[in-house]
């Protein structure tokens, strides 16, 4: 059981001009599941691997249950790691890559043995113990690299893409495992992903990262209702919310003939720097499919997604004299044909406003 | 495919023929060896083998190879898998230059090393001593093994070596318990080669190994061969030939079964 605190945290390497990790601030609870998310480059990787003692700390602390393990080597602050690519013991039985931790710790065999057993029942390989990692499938070796970690009872879980390497189905399947197996033994955990489903479903909180910067940690309910920038709003979500900078009057931002209200405060706080615009957002299904005499924008589609239980309907309208293109998700009873004009109303009260420039959330 | 196959038939029989022609001819008398060089021996005459063992003394000089070169292999092998290691993952001032040195030393000609050999070892009372034989064939095999064994390290995936970290092992624990197993492959390809290289050296104990008691096989093949004279023993020659072949052949079919690519297979994804 334990916290982790990232203090100002950085990690530059050698030859290049900007910090993979700058200055991450990061407070995890103990039995806490975090999910670190970004964009590939974004340092959520890099950020995994300085906790775990595989990457310098150029700057700043990091601190296990208050205890500032900045300087130790990994096998001093007792964590447990999963790996994209499971990095098994290829000339070791399952059972010899379970006990292996616990054989350098020299724990007593028969403790191992119960240990191991224990971790493989709950991951259900106790007929492959005898197996080499070669001879196993892709999600056996999985829960293999899982079971590595649960056998050493650490203090945290580090998880680095876990899952990329699965097919979908078994991904989905895995990942309610991970989820479930995490909160029934309460160690706190670090998981890192590039997918903000899988970082939605699982995170007790998701700190989204960008170029090494903490964007926003929040629960994800919070991330979705009110992202705190541009990039927050539309990395969190599928299909992606639909952002647009257009121009801004005393009402709000103009969408062709529709304006999008805004409070005196945002128009205000909108104004300073913001050159005349506002940059507004609509998610997909936070809008409506309305005909052409409720005043929607028209919108020409370009593509229909049937997803059986609904659909989402690509297209572009002419905004500004711009093409702009959007998302929306609709029923699929309502689904549109390629090419109709269809007229798209954003329910009132649900859309967001970024400042133009800063990109950040006008409150 | 077919070409193929040809090419490759055509290539085995010119590389067993000679062998076992060899083998054959050393169980003939001498006058079958020339009036008949294409048939079966008449009779199998193991004596000859015997006369080559015991006369020409090839069972002594079987043994001193055997405790030479299987000295020098093991040395051989567990300096250049540390060196390599080192080498292939630790990033130090001075990395490159020490690997550049040691792989240059595959370019040097040893004709022109012998001679300060010769006074070196001479100088160190190693002439004609095992241990003496033993540490310049390990410094003869040194730079080919880590220059192999340094690729085949950086081949090997580090996510493996980090997770053992994390699992709490030390940087020797990590080399001994993970990442020598995972090069066993490349440990006995470049072992194999090693061992048939040394095996056959004949230039170095020829300089370094003047004692008759302390020959080595090459050696004593090629005093067998001069010492006859015109008193031909030449099937005692072939008994003799065989004998230094044969436990070459056995160690490369025991091997080679060894050399299972795909060892590493399941380590990642």
């Known amino acids: 059981m334990a916290t982790v605190t990232y203090a100002g945290a950085t990690r530059h390497y050698p030859g290049t001009d900007r910090p993979a990790v700058d200055k991450l601030d990061l407070e995890i609870r103990d039995g806490e599941f975090l999910v670190l998310v970004g964009p590939s480059g974004c340092g959520k990787s890099t950020s995994l691997r300085m906790l775990a003692g595989l990457e310098d700390v150029d700057g700043g602390k990091i601190l296990i249950n208050d205890k500032d393990v900045t300087n130790l080597p990994p096998k001093s602050r007792d964590i447990a790691m999963v790996f994209q690519n499971y990095a098994l013991y290829p000339h070791m039985t399952v059972y010899e890559n379970m006990a292996f931790a616990l054989k350098l710790r020299k724990t007593p065999k028969s403790e191992i043995d119960v240990r191991v057993k224990k971790a493989a029942d709950m991951l259900q390989l106790g007929d492959y113990l005898n197996r080499k990692p070669k001879a196993l499938s892709g999600g056996q070796r999985q829960r293999v690299a899982m079971g590595r970690a649960i056998v050493r009872e650490p203090q945290v879980f580090l998880m680095d893409e876990p899952l990329s390497n699965l097919d979908a189905k078994l991904r989905v399947q895995t990942r309610s495992q991970i989820a479930t197996l995490q909160s029934q033994l309460g160690i706190t955990t670090v998981y890192v992903t590039h997918d903000q489903i899988e970082a939605m479903t699982m995170g007790h909180r998701v700190a989204v990262l960008l170029d090494g910067v903490l964007q926003q940690c929040d629960t994800p309910r919070a991330l979705y209702d009110t992202p705190a920038n541009v990039f927050v709003a539309g990395f969190i979500g599928s299909p992606a919310m639909n952002i647009k900078t257009v121009a801004l009057t005393d009402e709000g931002g103009v969408f062709g003939q529709m304006i999008l209200p805004l409070t005196r405060e945002q128009v205000a706080a909108a104004r300073a720097g913001g050159d005349g615009k506002v940059t507004v957002g609509f998610r997909p299904e936070d809008c409506q499919l309305v005909s052409a005499t409720e005043g929607g924008m028209p919108v020409v589609v370009d593509l229909v997604e049937d997803l059986g239980s609904g659909a989402n309907v690509y297209g572009h309208a002419a905004i500004n004299g711009g093409d702009e293109r959007f998302v929306v998700s609709t029923e699929r009873r309502s689904m549109p044909n390629l090419g109709e004009t269809v007229f798209v109303k954003p329910r009132t009260d649900h859309h967001h406003a970024f400042h133009a420039t800063s990109g950040i959330r006008l409150a | ?269």
């Open chain 2, 1 to 269: 495919m077919k070409m193929k196959h040809l090419v490759l038939t055509l290539w085995a029989f010119v590389v067993t023929t000679p062998l076992l022609w060899a083998f054959m001819s050393s169980f003939k008398t001498d006058s079958e060896i020339f009036d008949s060089p294409w048939a079966l021996p008449s009779a199998v005459r193991v004596e000859n083998w015997g006369r080559a063992w015991e006369q020409a003394s090839m069972g002594k000089y079987l043994l001193n190879t055997v405790i030479i070169v299987g000295g020098a292999l093991v040395l051989t092998m567990l300096l250049g898998a540390l060196v390599a290691y080192c080498l292939a993952r630790y990033t130090f001032p001075g990395n490159r230059a020490i690997y550049y040195t040691l792989v240059a030393g595959m370019l040097f000609p040893v004709f022109l090393a012998l001679v300060p050999l010769f006074f070196v070892v001479n100088q160190l009372g190693m002439l004609g001593t095992y241990h003496g034989l033993i540490l310049v064939y390990a410094a003869y095999a040194l730079p080919f093994t880590v220059f192999f064994l340094h690729g085949f390290f950086r081949s090997l995936p580090s996510a493996v070596a980090e997770a053992a970290f994390i699992d709490g092992a030390s940087h020797t624990g990590v080399f001994f318990r993970v990442m020598l197993p995972m090069a066993r492959p490349g440990m006995v390809s470049v072992a194999i080669f090693n061992f048939v290289g040394l095996w056959n050296q004949y230039l170095l104990p020829l300089v370094l190994n003047p004692d008759p008691d302390g020959y080595v096989l090459t050696q004593g093949l090629a005093a067998l061969a001069i010492s006859q004279g015109y008193k031909s023993d030449w099937s005692g020659l072939f008994a003799g030939l065989s004998i230094a072949i044969l436990p070459v052949l056995v160690a490369y079919l025991l091997f080679q079964r060894q050399i299972r690519a795909g060892l590493t297979a399941g380590a990642v994804k």
